[in-house]
């Protein structure tokens, strides 16, 4: 596109913004409509993950992903997360020159594999994001990661924190906190967000990503004080509501994440502050 064009789209956005986002009154902060490859610059990966634009999407999945859904449809494994795929992939990355085991260890048990894509734009407070899904693997698990800092408020690519690849635990037991929401789990037919550190589980909803595995969905965050509201295809699957104040998040970073077995497709990726 032109400069003239993104001028148009994005005063386009704002317009649509004005209206889709009410009862907010809201600014938009960041679009990416994956229409080149320079759209991936406004990112950053951490672990074995592989990310490019296809057809003017953003794919996302793991380098062992393609091997780890053919074995899990061999083995008639319908596994949700878990780690019973954990073996083989680790005998994908000993075969991986480029790749050591014992980086992807936790207890001396192998954990890896997933993917986190960060993008590099700090939120405010408050704020709504949203974006386009569509999975292209029948297996689980897609997050988003929101309101993402260090524990005493650094970025999350500051290098005071500890080096990350990709492991739940580096994210949910070590020196960041953050909330999180899970999604397409179609064995689970739960959407959960949970708030790290220590994987606090804060509330349950419908995952109505579900009612069509192969549709492209749009997503929705809402995050406004100490409130959480995550909606899928207009529909609200839960609201979360803090009611100790000392416990609320603020901004942060947002990044989507992706178990091994997990493909997706994401577009039109915006980022409005609530006013």
């Given at each position: 596109m032109n400069d003239l064009s993104n001028i148009l789209i994005a005063g386009l956005l704002i317009i649509l913004g004005a209206c889709s986002q009410a009862p907010y009154k809201t600014r938009l902060l960041y679009s990416n409509t994956f229409d080149s490859e320079q759209s991936l610059e406004d990112w950053q990966m951490e672990g074995p993950g592989l990310a490019s634009v296809e057809n003017g999407q953003l794919l996302l999945k793991s380098k062992y992903a393609d091997a780890t859904i053919d074995y899990l449809q061999q083995h008639q494994k319908k596994e949700d997360g878990g780690t019973a795929y954990y073996d083989f992939v680790e005998s994908l990355v000993a075969y991986d020159s480029s790749e050591k085991v014992e980086a992807y260890k936790m207890d001396d048990q192998f954990v890896g594999g997933h993917l986190v894509f960060w993008n590099n734009t700090q939120t405010p407070d408050n704020y709504i994001l949203e974006f386009d899904f569509q999975s292209k693997s029948p297996y689980a698990l897609h997050m988003i990661m929101f309101s993402h800092l260090g524990l005493n408020g650094e970025s999350v690519f500051s290098n005071e924190l500890k080096p990350r690849n990709g492991l739940a635990a580096q994210y949910t037991k070590s020196d960041m906190m953050g909330y999180r929401i899970s999604y397409y789990a179609p064995n689970?037919?739960?959407?959960?967000l949970r708030k790290s550190p220590e994987k606090q589980l804060l509330i349950k909803g419908e995952d109505l990503s579900l009612k069509d595995l192969e549709a492209v969905h749009?997503?929705?965050?809402?995050?406004?004080?100490?409130?959480?509201?995550?909606?899928?295809?207009?529909?609200?699957a839960f609201e979360y509501l803090e009611k100790d104040e000392d416990k609320v998040l603020g901004g942060g970073y947002f990044a989507i994440r992706l178990m091994v077995p997990a493909i997706g497709l994401y577009d039109n990726v915006r980022l409005w502050e609530i006013l």
């Open positions: 689970r037919h739960t959407t959960h749009h997503m929705r965050l809402i995050k406004v004080n100490n409130k959480v509201i995550w909606e899928i295809d207009g529909q609200q």
